[in-house]
C-alpha cells in the first residue's frame, strides 16, 4: 500500500503544475514593476530574475520539512509555501544592496492591516519590510531576504524576494550546487568551513576593489578616465585571443598556444595612436567587439597559403629586404602564417595595404628621429639619413635571417631600439666625424651591432 503522504504530495505538485503558467506571468510582471520601481529613483541595477519553484524543488521541500504533517491539506501546503515564487534583484556591488532596500522602504510606504508595506499604484502586492535586515543564514553569512505575497484573483500567493550583488549570487551558487545541493556525504569540517570562508573573503575583496576603480573612474572627467595603455593592450590582446581560439577549434579541432601573437597585434593595432606622451587608442571597445562579431561570422582557413592583391614593391631596402623574406617564408611558418592571417582579417585594408603598412610601422620604430638624434651635432641632415639607411639595411638583412617571429616580439624591438641609440651615441657620435670615416668602418661597426642584438635577443 502507497504511503499517504506521497499521495498528499502528489496533490500539492498537481496545484502546482495547473498555475504554473500563471504563477510564472505574475513574476514577470512582478521583475517589471520592481525594475521600474529602482529605475524611477536613478538606481542601476543588473537585473530582476524571477522563478516559480519547480516540482522537483517541491517535492523536496515538503519532504524534507515535513510540510505534510504540518498542514492538513495540499492546498494549504502550497499556499503557506514562502517562495513559491522567487524574485532576486541583482546589483553590482555588496554596499549596493542596503541601497535598494531603501528604495523599497521608500516606495512601499503604506501599511496595511497585516503591517505589511504597500503603494497604492501597484494593488495586491505587500513586502514584509519590518523584517530584520540583513538576515544571517545558516552559514552564518548576511542576506537582504524579504517576505511578500501577492493575491491573485483573491487568492494569497507567497514569494521570496532577495536582493543580491553579483560577488554574492555568484557566492549563493557556488554553495547551493557544491555543499547544499551535494547528496554525497560530506564532513562539514573546521578545515572545510575554513576553506570556504577564505574563498568567500576573497570575494568580497574583489567586489571592493571593483567598487573602488568603478567610482574612482566614475569621478574623473573624459579625458582622465580613458582607459590606461597597457590595460587596453591587454584588453584587445585577450579578446583576439579568444576570439582566433574559438575559430581555430572550430575549424581545425585544437587550440596552440598564441597569446604571444595576440600580444604583438595588439600592440600594433594600438601603437599608432601614441602623441605627445599620451595614449589615445583609434580602435574603441564597441569599434573591437563590432570587429570580433564580423570576424566571427566569416570562415578562417588556418591550412590556406596567403597572397597579396598585387605586386609588394617598397621604395627603400629595410622594407624590401625583411618584406620580401617575410613573403618567401609566410607559407613555411606556422606562427608567422597565422600573425598575418590574424592580421588580414582585423585592418581595414587589403592584404598588400595591410602587410605594406606593418612593414613601414615596423621600418618606423628603429628610424624615429630619437635615435639618431645625436648625430645632427656632426652631420647634416642628408648624411643622417645616409647612415640610418645603412644601419636599417643591416638591420633587415639580420632579422631576415633570423627569420622567427620573435623579430617583432616587443620586447625585442625595444632591445633593438636600444642598442642602435647607443651604438650612435657612443660609437658614431663620438668617434666618427665625417661620411668618409664612417664608409670606411661602417662594415666592421655594423657586423659589431648585428652581433650585439642577435646576442641579446635572439639567443
Known sequence: MR???????????KILNDNFEKYHLVAEQMAKQIHDIIS?????????????????????KIIRNKLYKQYDTPEEIVSNLSDLIGIMIECRFVNEEAEILNILRAYFNQKNERECSYNPEIPDFYLDLDMEQPQVQKNGLE???????????????NFELQ???????????????????????ILINDFLNNMLKSVYDSLIGIDNQIRLIYEHVNTLGNREATIGESTFKRVVAKAINDMFSDKMEEEMGFI??????????????????ESSGIFYPRITLSDLVE?????????????????LEGVYAPRDAFSRILGEKLIQIWDKDFEWNLFFKMLFQIEPGNNLEDFTL???SLKSRFSDDKLYEDLY?????EEVYLIKEDILEKLANMLAEVESIEIIYEDNIETICTKIYHFVKYNIASDINSVKLWNAYKETMLTELMHSIVNACFK
Open 3 to 13: 504511503l499517504e503522504l506521497f499521495q498528499t504530495i502528489d496533490d500539492s505538485l
Open 40 to 60: 524611477s529613483y536613478n538606481k542601476e541595477i543588473i537585473g530582476v530574475n524571477t522563478r516559480v519553484k519547480s516540482a522537483e524543488s517541491l517535492r523536496e
Open 143 to 157: 542576506v537582504y531576504r524579504i517576505d511578500g505575497y501577492l493575491l491573485i484573483d483573491g487568492v494569497k500567493v
Open 163 to 185: 536582493i543580491k550583488s553579483l560577488i554574492h549570487s555568484f557566492w549563493s551558487e557556488v554553495e547551493h550546487k557544491v555543499v547544499y545541493k551535494n547528496n554525497n556525504y
Open 256 to 273: 596552440i598556444d598564441f597569446k604571444k601573437t595576440c600580444d604583438i597585434l595588439s600592440d600594433y593595432i594600438l601603437r599608432g595612436n
Open 291 to 307: 570587429k570580433i562579431q564580423d570576424i566571427k561570422s566569416r570562415k578562417v582557413d588556418f591550412e590556406a597559403s596567403l597572397s
Open 358 to 360: 606593418f612593414i613601414f
Open 377 to 381: 651635432d656632426y652631420f647634416t641632415r
